[in-house]
Nanobody, 127 residues
């Protein structure tokens, strides 16, 4: 089991930037597939970005490509989501999640396939 704690959310104007952090503890070696998800009110949770922490391979959903960057600091067991050029439609609760390696490349954006979740951090982008 892995414990995940997100931080870094807040309120910004459109065009601004935020960096989210996800600090992992516990049996992190068993959960090398990490992802950032978001859920806006009335909408389903969607995968935003994923990273396989062993190889560093990253994936992004189309709507954030070129604006968001997922990265990791293995020494700190922390995964980051740098969000630039934020838009009002990026407003959501953002969650960090982890899963086992098997199927990481296939299921990186499927919230039902992730076993460990943080409590979430709110991101609000005003126009």
């Amino acid at each position: 089991q892995v414990q995940l704690v997100e931080s870094g959310g807040g309120s910004v104007q459109a065009g601004g930037s935020l960096r989210l952090s996800c600090a992992a503890s516990g049996n992190t070696d068993s959960r090398p597939c990490m992802g950032w998800f978001r859920q806006a009110p009335g909408k389903e949770r969607e995968g935003v970005a994923g990273i396989y922490t062993v190889s560093g391979i990253m994936k992004y959903t189309d709507s954030v490509k070129g604006r968001f960057t997922i990265s990791q600091d293995n020494a700190k067991n922390t995964v980051y989501l740098q969000m630039n050029s934020l838009k009002p439609e990026d407003t959501a609760m953002y969650y960090c999640a982890a899963r086992e390696v098997l199927g990481c490349g296939v299921y990186w954006s499927n919230p039902d396939r992730f076993t460990d979740w943080g409590q979430g951090t709110q991101v609000t982008v005003s126009s």
